[in-house]
């Protein structure tokens, strides 16, 4: 069936320095991919999506591009600041039923001022 | 524009008994999915609901249950509680034709003792 594997944290990080969480998957054809972001005490929330191979999903300084070859989507930001300290999970939606997320365990971000 | 909301917030249950907990989708959107967050790990989905029915369902027990109402809102049931059912539930809803993007409440933490 089909899996998102995500890096293990937890990740620490100092305010301004580059981030890079990798999240590959597995599935047949091509799912839509997404990541969500869960704060602390909150539900989660959409932080970006991409649906087809080469797409580049961005928000809030966020990036991620669908890899088809590599079956990856790393999760990238610039300069991290202390109010990104969250909960990140990748997901998928299969392709031709885009109707169940399955999630990856979720890595946990802190970042020190 | 209010967004998904949940009731309860928290619940406290002892082993078998039942519980309902209870969601109202965004404004506009007609599909509802379930999910469950054990602590420390990704949302592991349980059912999704569009036009009054369960449309798919993942790999959860004939206990876990839902429906859903005429103005989308819905509800999950589970009967003869576990101490394994502790976790947080969530609920996402859908904007039509969009089943793949989902918005998602704070959830409702259940304890079973």
């Known amino acids: 069936g089909d899996s998102v594997t995500q890096m293990e944290g937890p990740v620490t990080l100092s305010e301004e320095a580059f981030l890079t969480i990798n999240c590959t998957y597995t599935?047949?054809?091509?799912?839509?991919l997404f990541w969500y972001v869960q704060y602390p005490g909150e539900g989660l929330q959409l932080l970006l999506k991409?649906?087809?191979?080469?797409d580049k999903g961005s928000n809030k300084g966020f990036e991620a591009t669908y890899r088809k070859e590599t079956t990856s989507f790393h999760l990238e930001k610039g300069s991290v600041q202390v109010s990104d300290s969250a909960v990140y999970f990748c997901a998928l939606t299969p392709s031709g039923s885009a109707r169940q997320l399955t999630f990856g365990s979720g890595t946990q971000l802190t970042v020190l001022p | 524009d209010a967004g998904v909301t949940q009731s309860p917030t928290h619940l406290i249950k002892t082993r078998g008994q039942q519980v309902t907990l209870r969601c109202s989708p965004k404004?506009?959107?007609?599909?509802v999915s379930w999910y469950q967050q054990a602590l420390g790990q990704g949302p592991q989905f349980i059912f999704q609901?569009?036009?009054?029915?369960?449309?798919q369902r993942g790999n959860f027990p004939d206990r876990f249950s839902g429906h859903q109402f005429p103005n989308y809102s819905s509800e999950l049931n589970v009967n003869a509680l576990l101490l394994g059912d502790s976790a947080l539930y969530l609920c996402?809803?859908?904007?039509?034709?969009?089943?793949?993007?989902?918005?998602f409440g704070p959830g409702t933490r259940l304890l079973v003792l």
């Open positions: 609901y569009y036009e009054e029915e369960e449309r």
């Open positions: 599935a047949t054809g091509y799912p839509s």
């Open positions: 991409a649906t087809k191979a080469d």
């Open positions: 404004s506009g959107h007609d599909t």
């Open positions: 996402a809803s859908s904007p039509p034709g969009q089943e793949g993007t989902q918005y």
